[in-house]
């Protein structure tokens, strides 16, 4: 049997099963009393994710059982062949979901089967034009991140178990950039990672991510402005088991000084 042909079979199984609603309600002795869940978590700029899978005490509500009806089914791909068979989780005797469950998975559940994975979410490589030691009162400065680099990043932790693996995935997504210009006025931001500045643009060209500086650096006595920029990451968690959400945003950001000049200009 093919794989394709293996997969409509299973769907066809599926589709009897549910039309028919022959559900068995406890017949099977080998039910797997367990609970899973798990979470993402955001701690400063660090993203979390973590599943457990854990033996609950006996009078625990939730039950997995095979669907009465619908016998194990051979699936063959292109890394082996095993055998999978349809089974319900319920809980407070109410049917939640259906899962294809593989034969070869644990024999039985470890007392407590946990994982925590973090992973650091580092500030992005920040572009301006002009550059940041050449800057110029009253001439726009672009800024951007590649956008080769702004993509999400995410942290994956699972287990195995015998229901099959359990995943939760934490996905921190850039959103907004920011330009803190260090000279007492307020941060420049927008949505996105903002449009590179080329030599083809022209001087009437704008971008959504500028900041124009009135004054020259040379007034501090540093001759620097103390800048800084930052990205806002949305961060979100799901659940193989179907749950999930959204988390608190996180900021990363990096200290930058700017030199700001003025130009002076001669009549005659």
């Given at each position: ?82 055998t999978e068979t349809l089974v319900y989780k319920a809980c407070d005797d109410r049917i939640l979901s259906y899962h294809w469950i593989r034969h070869d998975g644990p024999a039985r559940v ?159």
């Amino acid at each position: 049997m093919t794989l394709r042909e293996t997969i409509n079979t299973r769907m066809r199984h599926f589709a009897v099963v549910m039309a028919s609603c022959a559900i068995a309600t406890g017949a099977w002795t080998g039910a797997v009393h367990a609970g899973a869940s798990g979470d993402g978590s955001v701690n400063d700029s660090i993203i979390s994710a973590e599943v457990r899978f854990d033996s609950p005490p006996a009078d625990s509500p939730c039950v997995w059982e095979p669907v009465s009806g619908v016998g194990p089914v051979t699936v063959t791909t292109p890394s082996g062949t095993h055998t999978e068979t349809l089974v319900y989780k319920a809980c407070d005797d109410r049917i939640l979901s259906y899962h294809w469950i593989r034969h070869d998975g644990p024999a039985r559940v470890a007392e407590t089967a946990h994982q925590r994975v973090s992973r650091a979410v580092n500030m992005l490589a920040f572009r301006t034009a002009p550059a940041m030691n050449n800057m110029v009162v009253n001439v726009g400065t672009w800024f951007w991140v590649p956008k080769s680099m702004w993509k999400p990043i995410r942290v994956t932790a699972w287990i195995s178990t015998p229901m099959g693996p359990i995943t939760v995935t934490t996905t921190a997504r850039p959103h907004v950039l920011t330009y803190s210009p260090g000279d007492g006025n307020a941060p420049a931001s927008c949505v996105g990672p903002g449009t590179a500045w080329t030599r083809r643009m022209r001087d009437t060209s704008s971008t959504d991510c500028m900041y124009t500086y009135r004054s020259a650096s040379h007034t501090r006595r540093s001759g620097l402005y103390n800048a800084r920029a930052g990205i806002t990451w949305k961060v979100s968690w799901r659940s193989s088991l179907g749950i999930g959400g959204p988390l608190p945003s996180i900021t990363t950001r990096v200290p930058l000084t700017a030199r700001v000049n003025e130009v002076q200009v001669l009549l005659r």
